[in-house]
């Protein structure tokens, strides 16, 4: 069983990317921002409660996030791995899944970083605002309140995978077959050492 978290900033392509892993490696994938909306655009209490976070480019409360993302992958006990897109956000989080993770005896198998500059971030998400409807695309400062909630929140979870030797970084960079072409170099490298 292979299981991947794909990480990295607002904007550096993690979505993009997690389709091409899904379909190269059969895997199912989770991103806890599309759960979020989709409560959201169903009008749920959790729902609303997310929004209030979202709006403003905060982070969700680890332990509704926890709670929703265990759900998910307690529902889908029969898939051959998890592609974890968005999640973890915090080491609480990240603390959380290994330990969820360990339960079944299916440890993380990798973090695949994507590193992309702060100013090509900022133009991407300005962009994605024209199509993607997303109240936290599009503006300067909560774009800028969710790159900072990266830096100093979500970045410490690489440096916790690196300390299991898990974390590889890639350069979000190219075109978008060049960056799966990258990740998936990394993550065949990883397999054929496990
Ligand atoms: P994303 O689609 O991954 O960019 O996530 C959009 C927003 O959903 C984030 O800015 C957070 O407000 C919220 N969110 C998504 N995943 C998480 C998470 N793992 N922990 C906390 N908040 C999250």
Known sequence: MINLILFGPPGSGKGTQAAKLVEQYNLYHISTGDMFRSEIGNKTELGLLAKSYMDKGALVPDEVTINMLAKRVEDN?????FIFDGFPRTVAQATALDKML??????????????????ELIVRLMNRAKTSGRV?????????????????TTAPVANYYDEQD????VKGLGSIEEITTKLTDALDSVLTTV
């Open 136 to 152: 936290d695309d599009g503006k300067p400062n909560i774009i800028k309140n969710r790159i900072q909630v990266y830096r100093e």
């Open 77 to 81: 006990p029969k898939v051959k791995g």
């Open 102 to 119: 360990a339960e079944k005896g299916t440890p993380i198998t990798a973090l695949l970083e994507l590193v992309v500059p702060a100013e």
């Open 166 to 169: 898990k974390t590889y970084k």
